[in-house]
């Protein structure tokens, strides 16, 4: 018998779409979920882009099982394929909250809208020592086949409420209205909902929930979740195809997501530039180098990477406002700015981001009011001018994946 396993992920809000990746040991699905086992808070209907997504892993039967860390490796690697593709995404499979919990299978009561209500479950179908379950009400001939027992009164309901929230969504009314000073007067139809697009009822919700990799089809664009109440939801959700053949260092890939997962931008630099400190020493024997200080180990560390040529393209490629920002120099929350990026000629791109990077760096991590007797650029945490490392977050990023992708060639020869 198959076995589907979900793992939770981090900063996946609003994914809104499917990512069916493959190529490493198990084909893994992405896609959005609704967290918590909604019963008496369930709802008609929900927005794509408001919902979580998990990571869904197939073994089936006779496949080697995978431990929790095991399988949180592989989606690693899958969603770190995914970041270099997308450069807005933020998802990871590190958590600071779980929402997943493990059911007492002996107990009469499962929990249910986030552990907040006790239903009683009891499987008369299946379960050989339940003899009978019977209504108190002698009137109430009530089947019930379902095991959560509430749900055989409460589908009908649900039923109803839907069917009657999904004629909503097109009911139109006449209206008169005059104009004002104000406002445009108005005289005709008008709809009483406009739903932005994305909408989504509970059973596709569900559906979309219970999708498999097996349900993948091989290139296919999208899946079908056409709605059988209303016309106003959407009728299907696209699929994104990604193929990964490297498995890559799960030290490197965790300094990297926590880079990426982090909102806060002093930390995230820090996760970022942690991936290309592991390198310091071993960037500059590799370029048969002499670097016995730190500035001039990262140096080296951003030539291994890349070429000043590739500086030159990647800073072409982003947008205008942020080269507009490289320009001009960075203020701290001390009276020190940082030295803005100004290479004299592109042969010292590599030189001058080892350096701005560096300077970045030192005010992030050292608090020393000065140095020296010469006061120091510091960055205090929460503060606006902590706002002001945001520009060197892309580089950050773009190295960091060019880090753990040499990596892998240096130990894969």
Not at 27 to 36: E, R, S
Not at 59 to 86: C, I, P, R, W
Request: hydrophobic content about 40%; proline content about 4%; aromatic content about 10%.
């Amino acid at each position: 018998m198959a076995l589907n396993v979900k793992l939770q992920l981090a900063n996946s809000v609003g994914l809104s779409e499917l990512l069916m990746f493959e190529g490493l040991s198990h084909k893994v699905l992405v896609h959005p979920t609704i967290h918590g086992e909604p019963l008496i808070t369930a709802q008609a209907f929900y927005y794509l882009e408001q919902l979580e997504s998990v990571a869904e892993i197939r073994f089936e039967h006779g496949d080697a099982a995978l431990t929790h860390q095991q399988m949180e490796y592989l989606v690693d690697n899958y969603l770190f394929e995914y970041s270099k593709l997308n450069k807005e995404s933020k998802v990871s499979t590190k958590l600071v909250e779980g929402k997943y919990w493990e059911s007492d299978v002996c107990d009469f009561y499962m929990q249910y809208d986030q552990r907040n209500t006790e239903a009683l479950v009891l499987d008369s179908l299946n379960d050989k020592s339940v003899h009978w379950i019977k209504s108190l009400d002698p009137t109430d001939d009530t089947d019930f086949s379902d095991w959560c027992i509430v749900k055989n009164y409460s589908d009908p309901i649900f039923q109803s409420y839907l069917n009657s929230m999904s004629n909503l969504l097109n009911k139109k009314v006449s209206v008169f209205v005059s104009p004002t000073e104000d406002a445009v007067g108005y005289m005709g139809k008008l709809r009483l909902l406009k739903p932005d697009y994305g909408l989504i009822d509970y059973y596709q919700a569900q559906k979309i929930d219970h999708l498999t990799t097996r349900d993948i089809k091989p290139g296919c664009a999208s899946v079908d979740i056409k709605s059988s109440t209303t016309e106003t939801a959407i009728e299907s959700i696209p699929v994104r195809h990604i193929r990964l053949v490297k498995e890559y260092s799960p030290l490197l890939l965790s300094y990297y997501f926590s880079g990426l997962k982090e909102q806060n931008f002093l930390l995230a630099f820090v996760g970022f530039y942690n991936v290309l400190e592991y390198y310091f020493e071993e960037a500059p024997i590799l370029l048969s180098k002499q670097a016995k200080v730190e500035i001039e180990q990262i140096k080296c560390v951003v030539e291994l990477l890349a070429t000043c040529e590739d500086i030159e393209n990647f800073i072409a490629a982003q947008e205008p406002s942020l080269t507009a920002k490289l320009r001009s120099n960075i203020k701290s929350s001390s009276s020190v700015e940082i030295s803005k990026f100004a290479p004299a000629s592109k042969s010292e791109n590599i030189n001058e981001l080892g350096r701005w990077l560096y300077e970045i760096r030192c005010a992030i991590v050292h608090s020393k009011k000065t140095r020296k007797g010469k006061t120091t650029a510091i960055f205090e945490p929460y503060s606006s001018q902590s706002q002001n490392v945001a520009p060197a977050l892309p580089f950050l990023k773009w190295l960091a994946a060019l880090c753990i992708e040499k990596d892998h060639e240096l130990n894969n020869p």
